[in-house]
């Protein structure tokens, strides 16, 4: 049975996800705050569609990988299904297109980086630190 439990996850002991210090992205009022902030602490945006398998998928594994301290950045968490104009304004403002999923990485009031789909979970984000 031990070949089977690795192959298929059922060991008792099941991996731990991070729980990681989100920040709800809800109102367009955030935005000035997040660039405003930036200046002295890069902040991050993730742009999640709670309506897709992919967008889960590098949520899940980005949960997984992100290691870093809440001194580090101030991580914001967007469900763009229902906030959709906090999203069309996130490109508008900081001159992305819009991707779902999405990283997107600010500092000193403008987006530094974005990244989306698995390219999310391949970026080094010490190098923003």
């Known amino acids: 049975m031990g070949l089977f439990n690795k192959l ?23 935005l000035d705050e997040i660039k405003e902030i930036s ?10 569609s709670t309506r897709c398998g992919i ?7 980005f949960e997984n990988d992100y290691d870093f301290s809440e001194n580090t950045f101030d991580l914001y968490y967007l469900d763009l299904i229902s906030y959709r104009d ?19 990485v600010i500092k000193n009031g403008v987006v ?4 989306s789909h698995g390219d ?3 970026v080094d984000l010490a190098a923003f630190a």
């Open 112 to 115: 530094v980086a974005h990244y």
């Open 86 to 104: 906090v999203s069309n304004q996130i490109a508008q403002q900081f001159q992305v297109i819009h991707e779902s999923p999405q990283l997107l």
């Open 39 to 48: 200046k002295t602490k890069p902040q991050l945006i993730f742009k999640h």
């Open 8 to 30: 298929f996850n059922s060991s008792s002991s099941s991996k731990n996800t991070n729980e990681l210090p989100w920040i709800t992205l809800s109102t367009m009022s955030q």
């Open 55 to 61: 967008s889960r998928m590098v949520k899940k594994q």
């Open 120 to 122: 999310i979970n391949t």
